[in-house]
């Protein structure tokens, strides 16, 4: 029993804690049964009064006790000293638990079920007391499971959008929940605004306004307040009308022939409307649409270029929402267009155009249309504008000729002018009706000779032309006699005799009728013409010359004029030319000491006699130079030129070597520099050791450039010509001022007869035929070295350094273009004249007057020369030349 008790009591502590983690439980009182609502799932609270009714008192046993159970679902027991706490494990179970530290005191149920929905009584005994009752009634609330909507045919709507309806369509709507308890209020509602509100099941209806848009319904169903309500919402998808849709701008003038664009715009359309454009019953597709980005304005732009037919018609522009009834809007007016002015020029009443005589009173009307009025109207007549003078009358909108010539027919436009600019008529062309008037009033002299036919003509002016001509003769001899002519117009006369020379006359007749004044055609004889008078030549050459001649009398006719040109030697014709005038220029004639010349003038009776001149052409130019394969011709201008541009060179030249030998002179009294160091390396300077004896040199050969007093680099490869060495043991040694050597090519020409020399234009290409020689074996030096005079004499190298190197001008042939044997070593210390011209057997030298030749014979093999042929060399005066 203490066991049954000690549990009771844990389960009883068990349940209070857990009644105190529990929401709170909505109680209402009544006057004798409480009633207690809890949602489902949720704790419940019901309370029970253990208060005694006298003081000091406890309680000893609480006992519940619930509808249709015949034993207690909860106990709590004190008497025993200890609180025992006994649930019904099949009713309450661990769920329930009992509060005594609360006023009221509380049984509370936790995870309410709905089977514990009833009445309870909770009875409580005291020690002292009397036992108290309570009655409460346990509501358990129980949410709908779901809600359903059904549109207005009782169809299940299943979320989302509904529609789209059309705007101004009748909705009706119901919305039921089913399940819960108790029974649930059902409403509608829009925002926040209540449509309908009902139990268990509402219902509403309405009409789809524009205001509603996007109109969105929420249905709720609440069973407690304390349950959160369980709600469904409900798009409604609408088509809307436009609310209007307009051009912009409204009615305005429009100008004829400018492009103009008028904007017509749908708003609050839904869906977008299609816009179309109409010209009365014509629909026009210049269009382009714009949708604004909210969507709310469509917008279609017409671009039209009206006309003047376009005034008074509609123009409009017309909304259409497919699938939408009655959704065509409508907006247009009527369009006023303005334009230039549009005149029509006509004749007057009673005017026939094609029956207008000259001499009768022509009038002309113009009507204008316009808008706005025209201001001004004139008159052009060939695009002349026409002024009142005599016989022309201008008025506002007429004009008037009186008397009218066939001068006055051609082009009449009316011209008319307003706001916008100037219109003009098409032209009226007035044709003037007038008699045949010969074309040439002075008549037409004609010449023919005896026997000739020739052709006439009628030319008249007349409107309409002439039907008929009249043909007849008048002279001296006949008063006037008729000619029957086939050709209309045309006439074949023939000079038979003298006696038909004179009048041939004609005169032609039209509608109108027959010429008053006929054409004449004076008949004159006709000769052949005489023959020129004079001719004058000029501008002779050897192959060319210019004729000009005077013309004779032309026989009364068109001459013309022929050219014959001759050789006297064996009369050959050259050319045969002619022309309107008696001048020619004549070429092309070489070969030929002079010419004859035949000049006549004809026409088409016959040619005159021959003006014959005889005409000397200039001896041929001498040819001096070689053959040519070009032929240049020369005149008197270009030779004066090119003999002025000669002498100018001549005179240059001649200034600059004066120049040049004035300021390349030695001074006298300096003396040259000793030569520093001449046993060194090749690029040291050697000096002169005797002034006295360059100053004697320089003196006797003035055509030697004076010895330089400054030293001159000599180059990597020249070596020392002169050294004090064991060898030099001759007089020769001392004589050389040491120099490096400077050479020359000389523009000489060579003589043709020299046999050893090339006339090619290379490094050595010329060659004087004579040197004179300040020292007679330096020049056999120049010519084994470079075959060519020194620019500076006086920088002479010794002999052994004029040895060709390696790289010389003897290395190669293309170095050596004058094919020039190479001369063999030879020893500076033992030169002497006959080896000079052993090694140099083409070139014959003079020590005495310093001169050298040159042999005319082939060079053959160098031999050596004997003392006989070195004394003869100086007398062989006739092979050489001086030195300039």
């Given amino acids: 029993m ?71 679902v909860y106990t709590f027991d004190t008497r025993d000293g200890v609180d025992t706490h006994w649930s019904d494990p099949a009713t309450l179970g ?123 319904l929420t249905c709720q169903a609440v069973t407690d307040p304390s349950i959160s309500p369980l709600s469904e919402n409900i798009t409604i998808d609408m088509n809307l009308y436009p609310l209007w849709v307009r051009i912009i701008g409204g009615a305005r003038p429009l100008v004829a022939g400018r492009a103009v664009e008028i904007i017509c715009q749908a708003v609050g359309a ?94 002309l009307d113009c009507d204008v249309r316009s808008r706005p009025d025209h201001d001004h109207v004139y008159f052009t007549y060939n695009g002349v504008i026409v002024k009142g003078s005599g016989g022309v009358l201008v008025s506002r909108q007429s004009l008037v000729l009186q008397g009218v010539s066939r001068q006055r027919a051609g082009a009449y436009v009316c011209v008319a002018r307003n706001s916008l600019g100037e219109g003009s008529s098409d032209p009226l062309h007035l044709d003037v009706k007038f008699s045949p008037v010969c074309t040439k009033k002075d008549g037409v002299a004609l010449r023919a000779a005896r026997g000739e036919t020739m052709s006439i003509k009628c030319d008249v002016d007349a409107n309409p032309m002439p039907s008929s001509f009249r043909w007849w003769f008048n002279s001296s ?50 000769d052949r013409p005489s023959a020129v008078q004079s001719c004058d030549i000029s501008n002779v050459t050897h192959e060319c010359f210019l004729i000009e001649c005077n013309p004779g009398y032309d026989g009364g006719l068109a001459q013309e004029f022929m050219l014959q040109v001759f050789i006297v030697e064996n009369g050959a014709l050259i050319t045969n030319r002619t022309g309107m005038a008696a001048q020619w220029r004549v070429c092309n004639v070489s070969g030929a000491q002079s010419v004859r010349v035949s000049v006549y ?32 011709q020369l005149s008197a201008v270009l030779v004066s030129v090119l003999c002025a541009v000669s002498v100018l060179i001549c005179v240059g030249t001649l200034a600059t070597f004066a120049l040049c030998y004035r300021h390349c002179q030695p001074r006298r009294g300096e003396k040259p520099e000793k030569a520093k160091g001449r046993d060194e ?40 010509l002169l050294t004090h060495g064991h060898c030099c043991d001759r007089p020769i040694c001392d004589q050389y001022v040491v120099r490096p050597m400077q050479y020359h090519v000389h523009p000489y020409n060579i003589d043709a007869n020299t046999p050893s020399l090339s006339l090619e234009p290379l490094e050595l290409s010329y060659l004087p035929t004579e040197y004179r020689l300040p020292h007679d074996k330096v020049y056999e030096d120049w010519l084994r ?9 006086s920088n002479l190298l010794p002999p052994h350094q004029l040895t060709p190197q390696p790289n010389s001008i003897y290395s190669s042939i293309k170095r050596n273009p004058l094919k020039l044997v190479k001369m063999p070593e030879l020893d500076p210390c033992r030169l002497e004249v006959s080896n000079y011209q052993r090694y140099s057997p083409s070139l014959q030298l003079n020590p005495e007057n310093n001169t050298a030749r040159y042999n005319n014979t082939q060079m053959n093999e160098a031999q050596p020369i004997t003392g006989n042929e070195r004394q003869q060399a100086p007398n062989e005066a006739s092979n050489t030349v001086p030195q300039r």
């Fill in 2 to 72: 203490i066991k049954i008790r000690v549990a009771c009591l844990v389960m009883f502590a068990v349940l209070q804690r857990s009644a105190e983690s529990q929401q709170d439980v909505i109680i209402e009182e009544s006057s004798s049964i409480e009633s207690v609502h809890a949602a489902l799932g949720r704790a419940a609270e019901l309370p029970c009064d253990v208060t005694p009714a006298i003081a000091h008192d406890s309680v000893a046993l609480v006992i519940w006790y619930k509808q249709g159970h015949n034993t207690p």
């Fill in 94 to 216: 661990s769920r329930a638990s009992f509060r005594t530290s609360t006023t009221p005191a509380l049984l509370v149920l936790t995870k309410i079920r709905p089977e514990d929905s009833g009445q309870y009584r909770c009875r409580v005994d005291f020690i002292k007391s009397p036992t108290k009752n309570t009655r409460l009634n346990l509501t358990v609330l129980i949410p709908p499971e779901r809600l359903v909507i059904l549109d207005q045919d009782g169809e299940e709507f299943r979320g989302g959008a509904m529609g789209p309806f059309d705007e101004g369509t009748r909705v009706n709507l119901t919305c039921v929940a089913i399940g819960g308890r108790p029974a649930a209020r059902v409403s509608w509602w829009q925002s926040h605004a209540l449509l309908a509100n009902s139990e268990s099941r509402a219902s509403v209806s309405f009409t789809l306004q524009r205001d509603l848009y996007p109109a969105t």
């Fill in 270 to 363: 839904r869906p977008h409307p299609t816009i179309s454009w109409w010209k009365g019953a014509t629909r026009l597709h210049t269009i382009r649409e714009k949708i604004s980005p909210d969507g709310n304005v469509t917008s279609s732009i017409l671009s039209i270029i009206p006309t003047v037919e376009d005034s008074g018609r509609i123009i409009s522009c017309r909304s259409v929402q497919q699938n939408l009834k009655h959704s065509v809007r409508e907006d247009g007016w009527k369009m006023e267009i303005q334009h230039v002015p549009i005149p029509k020029l006509k004749l007057g009443a009673n005017l026939d155009p094609d029956n207008i005589m000259e001499g009768s009173d022509v009038y």
């Fill in 477 to 526: 001899t006949y008063t006037e006699r008729e000619l029957t002519s086939s050709n209309g117009n045309a006439y074949d006369y023939r000079v038979n005799s003298s006696s038909e020379y004179g009048w041939v006359q004609c005169a032609g007749t039209n509608s109108v009728g027959r010429q008053t004044e006929p054409c004449m055609f004076h008949i004159l004889p006709a």
């Fill in 601 to 632: 003038a004809y026409n088409r009776v016959g040619h005159s006699e021959p003006h014959t001149v005889t005409v000397g052409l200039l001896e041929h130019p001498q040819r001096h130079t070689g053959i040519s394969s070009v032929s240049v």
């Fill in 681 to 720: 390396s090749t690029k040291d300077l050697l000096e002169d050791k005797s002034e006295a004896k360059d100053e004697k040199h320089s003196d006797t050969n003035p055509d030697i450039i004076p010895i330089e007093t400054k030293n001159i680099a000599v180059t990597e490869t020249a070596q020392p």
């Fill in 785 to 793: 070295y470079k075959n060519a005079l020194p620019m500076d004499t």
